[in-house]
């Protein structure tokens, strides 16, 4: 075997698979330096967390897939059974010899490939404060199954295509795979997705063998290691391998037998995924799902007109959520039905009263109503249900459970989902919660710890877990993913300078954030919308403390005055040291120049209409006039002027 191995490795002097074998190590480089902007940049150690290094590099598997697929070909074409006797000798069983040595070598190539990919996630983790053990375990496995096993994978598809099928026939099959690996192809079953739903979903899934990722990592999940991953990669491995064992022709059949039956076998993980993360490889297909589904069944917003006084939830979770809810209902009238909110996505599988007896109900998707006995009362209802929460998993690598969403029923219609599908978390009343809860990852709750389970009264419950840790940020009690945990440290100096600035107008955030517990999920991209609820007690952050949720508390303390908002965020933008220079410079002019850009949100000011004149009378008065009219202005409780009139008013102060 060791004779065969080094003729193998002589083969590399051949020139095609030389140059391939330099572009493809090349690649790797080339990719993550046009990135990084450089070996040792500073853009890669400070300004990037690791989950985004590693997320790019990991993108783009689909190159050195391909390259191992030429090289598995190029070196294993001279395999075939009639030459075998000439270039590599005789022996029992000697095609499957020189194969088993061609896998060998190939095996090897696919591992330095991935050390190529690899060190650069290394640097990044290794530089980058707050990459936990957890998290390094978490990538070593997304580095076997998103590089290494799909690598591997193509050497073995290379050597199936030496030995079943002639040059340009092979090169046919290469160009192809390569189109089913690709985004082109993931688009056009995007497309289809459409119309053929999940079906689709999983032909896409079986196919795209390379990671395609089309989002940022979500901190608290990682990367997927769901069992379903590596019963696809077991599927094309098992299923190269049954071929190849046949094509050395081997007399024992149970090899090739059990390869086949397992490879059958494998097909089934496509068919039990668990809960669904919408960050896969592949197109967007939950959220996809969740568009259309929200485009024909419209959420509500009905008020209960009972009360909840109780809630004992009992959550089991495995690849999905497995729950029972006891719901202790007063306040409502004698034969009154009651509705209810429970995410579509569970599936109910019993709803009894207190002693046990079915109870008719009538379900429209997230909206329930429960029907009382004739002449009697609702006073107990116990939910059994089981699913998968969409945007809100729950499976057994991590765990995303919001308060305010209907993973527990809910009194009344509420929407679960604002616009483009954005988590909507309803902050209901008060009431007792008890929870017992099992998951195969580590759990952060926000209920204090009881003696079974927890238990505490509270708002809603809000699930976290994963790669999470609960640790000290600023003085607040954060938990968060670790990375992100380092994100709210070096966000946490942006956020006390607006804090600092709106206390010169007056307002007194200080106790903010720090008065209980910050739950803090991965959802930057929504920056957009509201950057935090608040429960009674816990906040559930949508994004690190940034200046966004300092001016949220800003927006709630005036959200009965929207038109002296408009003059208190723009006097906070000149009063903020870090957007000081930004207003400074461009707080005079006709239009908006290309400097404020990404530095100052004027959506909250009411835009350049506002902004412009304010600054035209800082200008012309000095600083300290106009922060001192601002303040009068703010403090009017009987005052009717309009945000524009104020600002006309200080205007023509300022001419005269």
């Not at 039905?337 to 007896?357: E, N, Q």
């Not at 009068?632 to 205007?651: H, K, P, V």
Request: glycine share 10%.
């Amino acid at each position: 075997m060791k004779r065969l191995v080094c003729l193998t490795v002589q083969r590399f002097r051949k020139k095609s698979l030389l140059f391939a074998v330099i572009l493809s190590l090349a690649a790797a480089h080339f990719q993550c330096l046009s990135y990084l902007g450089g070996p040792f940049s500073k853009y890669a150690v400070e300004a990037v967390n690791p989950s985004m290094v590693n997320t790019m590099t990991l993108s783009y598997s689909l190159v050195p897939f391909l390259f191992c697929l030429f090289i598995g070909y190029e070196l294993s074409e001279g395999i075939r059974a009639e030459n075998l006797q000439e270039v590599w000798g005789t022996g029992r069983n000697g095609l499957g010899r020189v194969v088993l040595a061609h896998l060998l070598v190939l095996a090897g190539f696919a591992f330095l490939l991935t050390l190529q990919y690899g060190g650069y996630n290394l640097y990044a983790c290794l530089r980058y404060q707050g990459a936990t053990a957890g998290y390094g375990l978490n990538l070593l496995g997304a580095h076997l199954l998103y590089l290494f096993l799909p690598c591997f994978a193509a050497c073995l598809m290379g050597t199936v295509l030496a030995l079943f099928a002639g040059r340009y026939t092979a090169y046919g099959v290469m160009v192809l795979i390569g189109y089913l690996s690709s985004s082109l192809f993931a688009e056009l079953l995007e497309a289809v997705n459409v119309f053929g739903g999940r079906a689709a979903g999983r032909l896409l899934t079986l196919f795209t063998l390379p990671h395609q990722s089309r989002m940022i990592l979500d901190e608290d999940y990682g990367f997927g290691l769901e069992g379903y991953r590596f019963f696809r990669v077991a599927f094309w491995l098992l299923l190269l391998a049954g071929l190849l064992w046949l094509g050395c022709r081997m007399r024992r059949r149970w090899p090739a037998l059990l390869c086949g039956g397992l490879a059958v076998l494998c097909v089934g993980g496509f068919f039990f995924r668990g809960s669904a993360l919408v960050r896969e490889d592949g197109p967007d297909r939950t959220s996809d799902v969740l568009y259309f589904y929200y485009s024909e069944n419209p959420v509500r917003n009905q008020p209960a007109d009972f009360a909840v006084r109780s809630c004992d939830l009992k959550l089991k979770i495995t690849d999905r959520l497995k729950g029972t809810a006891t719901l202790a209902v007063e306040k409502n009238e004698v034969g009154a039905d009651c509705r209810f909110t429970l995410y579509h996505g569970y599936k109910l599988t019993s709803l009894t009263d207190g002693a046990g007896d079915p109870l008719d109900y009538k379900r429209e998707g997230d909206y329930l109503t429960v029907y009382p006995p004739a002449g009697e009362r609702l006073e107990e209802l116990v939910f059994q249900y089981r699913g998968e929460g969409g945007l809100s998993y729950s499976n057994r690598q991590a765990v995303f459970l919001p308060a305010g969403f209907g993973y527990y029923p809910l009194e009344g219609w509420v929407p679960l989902y604002e616009e483009n599908e954005v988590p909507f978390a309803a902050v209901g009343a008060e009431k007792d919660f008890t929870l017992q809860v099992s998951a195969s990852c580590p759990l952060e709750v926000s209920l204090p710890p009881a003696e079974k389970g927890y238990a505490g009264r509270t708002q809603g419950v809000t699930l976290l877990g994963g790669l999470v840790i609960r640790g000290d940020c600023g003085g607040m009690e954060l938990v968060s993913a670790s990375l992100s945990h380092r994100m709210g440290n070096i966000f946490w100096d942006e956020y006390q300078s607006r804090l600092d600035a709106a206390a010169q107008l007056g307002f007194d955030f200080s106790d903010k954030l720090k008065d209980k517990p910050v739950f803090l999920t991965d959802q930057s991209d929504w920056a957009n919308y509201t950057p935090f609820v608040e429960f009674s007690d816990h906040y559930l952050c949508r994004v690190p403390p940034t200046r966004w949720v300092a001016d949220e508390f800003v927006h709630q303390a005036l959200a009965d005055a929207p038109e002296k908002e408009k003059v208190a965020q723009t006097a906070i933008l000149l009063l903020d040291e870090r957007t000081r220079k930004a207003f400074e410079v461009n707080c005079v002019g006709a239009g908006l120049p290309e400097p404020m850009l990404g530095v100052i949100d004027l959506d909250r000011c009411g835009g350049w209409a506002v902004v412009q004149p304010f600054g035209e009378a800082v200008f012309r008065l000095g600083e300290e006039p106009v922060i001192a009219q601002v303040k009068a202005y703010l403090a009017d409780g009987t005052g009717t002027r309009t945000a524009l009139e104020f600002l006309n008013d200080l205007r023509r102060g300022a001419e005269g």
